[in-house]
């Protein structure tokens, strides 16, 4: 469990599955994301039920449910990969549409961020968006994320070969990325 000033950061519940569908299911949400609009409800339940468990130190995919501390709903998630025998790990975002341009998505992934540069001990933490996606490369940016290059249409990609915008940030630039912040 991870929190901030106005988030909660959890594991998924069986709960959750019939929000995490909605969301999922919204086309705009979909589109530079790893499944197709709609996301039905018995594929959100699935999903819960396969990270029922799961440890967030281990390697491979973790997700945190996002949720408003002020009233337990739920916004979105933060997913995030543990590699390199957990020296590194890549992450992923989504927030519920009704919740973006409020500064949530940011909140959610610094502290994730921080969690694992700072207190994890990680060296470096890596993120990768479609080239139009531009709210999550800003959300990145806003963050202290690098540019650090685009991979001209280097992603077969819902049947259409795209760009692959590439952001990291080390440990030993965390520190002053956080005292700027
Ligand atoms: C990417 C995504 C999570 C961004 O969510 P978000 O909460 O709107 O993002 P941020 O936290 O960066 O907030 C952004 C806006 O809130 C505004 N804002 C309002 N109140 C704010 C506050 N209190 N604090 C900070 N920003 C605030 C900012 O000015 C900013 O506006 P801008 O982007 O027009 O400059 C969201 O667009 C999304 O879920 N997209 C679809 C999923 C996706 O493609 N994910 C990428 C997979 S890697």
């Known amino acids: 469990m991870l929190t901030t000033e106005r988030l909660v950061l959890r594991p998924f519940r069986a709960a959750d599955a019939p929000v995490l569908s909605a969301y999922r299911s919204d086309p705009a949400i979909a589109r530079y994301q790893g499944w197709d609009a709609p996301f039905a409800l018995a594929a959100a339940e699935a999903f819960v ?17 996002v949720e408003r501390a002020a009233d337990g709903v739920l916004l979105g998630d933060v997913g995030v990969n543990r590699h390199d025998e957990g020296r590194q790990a890549e992450i992923g975002f989504t927030l519920a549409a009704g919740h973006h341009g409020r500064g949530y998505g940011a909140e959610a992934v610094r502290r994730v961020v921080h969690f694992l540069l700072a207190e994890e001990g990680l060296h470096r933490v890596h993120a990768s968006v479609d080239g139009r996606n531009g709210p999550s490369a800003r959300l990145l940016e806003r963050v202290g994320f690098r540019r650090e290059g685009l991979e001209l ?3 077969w990609w819902k049947g259409e070969w795209t760009d692959d915008l590439r952001y990291a940030v080390l ?7 956080r005292a700027g912040s």
């Open 49 to 65: 039920a396969g990270l029922d468990g799961r440890d967030p130190r281990a390697e491979g995919w973790f997700q945190y449910a």
């Open 171 to 177: 440990a030993s630039e965390w520190s002053s990325v």
């Open 153 to 155: 249409q280097s992603q």
